[in-house]
Each structure stands twice: as C-alpha cells, then as structure tokens.
C-alpha cells in the first residue's frame, strides 16, 4: 500500500473557505469596535474642547473670554464671539464615523461661552455626540451652570 502525503484540492478549498470565513468575522468585529471608538474618542474631544475654553477664560488669556461652538460635523474654539471666519478659531472636524446629534442648551442656540473670574456659563445643557450609521450609539456631554464638564 503506497501512503501519500500532502493535501488534496478539496482539502485546501474547505481551509481556505473556512479562514475567509473566521477573516470577515474578525474584521466585522475590529470595524464595529472602530466605530464605537470613535464616537468615545470625538466625545472625548469635545468635553477637552469645553474644558480648555473654561480654563482659558479662567486664567484670562489675551484678557477674554472663550467658547464653543457646535455644528453637526465640527466643533470650534473661539474668542468673545462666535464668527465662522475669525482666523484665531481653532476648529475639530469630527472623524466621519461621529457627529453631534443633540445639541440641547438653555435658552437654545449651539454655543457656549464661559464669564471670566468665575467660569460659569448660560448655555447648560447637553451636548450628545452619535454614531453617524447609528443614532442609539451615544455619548453625553453634560455642562453644568457652573462651567463643570461631565462625560457619560
């Protein structure tokens, strides 16, 4: 009886088949958790957009008073009064897996402004930053009157 050795062609097709299988699994999970990633990490840099403006106006850098402002796509860092063109702006365009679902501030509009000396605010309220693909995945950005950030 002659033994052979080595893999026949069905055997290499059905090893084949089944690591194409287990790879799209795989890279199914990494994207999700992607995802996901993304929508922490954008929320993440929105409650550092918040914070960094407070603490600017706390100290009383260039003697002013600083914000943010939201958009569904981007979040921008100003000086005493929102303008779209002011070149001293320092914008963070959102990764396009996230954007700003739910911008839900006391007396409406999207901005936030801090009062120097004592870092309070007007605007509290609720910033929600989603996934773009899926509006249930969230993050919660809380703004208290006294200019505290929270991020659930």
Not at 112 to 117: A, C, D, I, M
């Amino acid at each position: 009886m002659i033994k052979k050795k080595g893999m026949t062609l069905v055997e290499v097709l059905i090893s084949v088949v089944v690591l194409g299988f287990m790879s799209a699994i795989i890279i199914t999970g990494l994207f999700s958790y992607r995802k996901h990633q993304a929508v922490d990490q954008t929320a993440h840099t929105v409650a550092s957009y918040l914070e960094e403006a407070r603490r600017k106006t706390l100290a009383s850098e260039n003697s002013a008073r600083y914000g943010v402002h939201f958009d569904t796509y981007q979040v921008v860092l100003y000086k005493n009064t929102y303008s779209s063109t002011e070149p001293s702006n320092r914008i963070y365009t959102l990764d396009s897996y996230s954007q700003i679902n739910s911008i839900s501030l006391l007396g409406g509009g999207s901005e936030v402004l801090f009062e120097r000396l004592t870092g309070e605010t007007q605007a509290t309220g609720t910033i929600t930053v989603s996934l773009r693909s899926d509006t249930s995945k969230t993050k919660k950005i809380t703004i208290s009157q006294t200019g505290v950030i929270e991020k659930n």
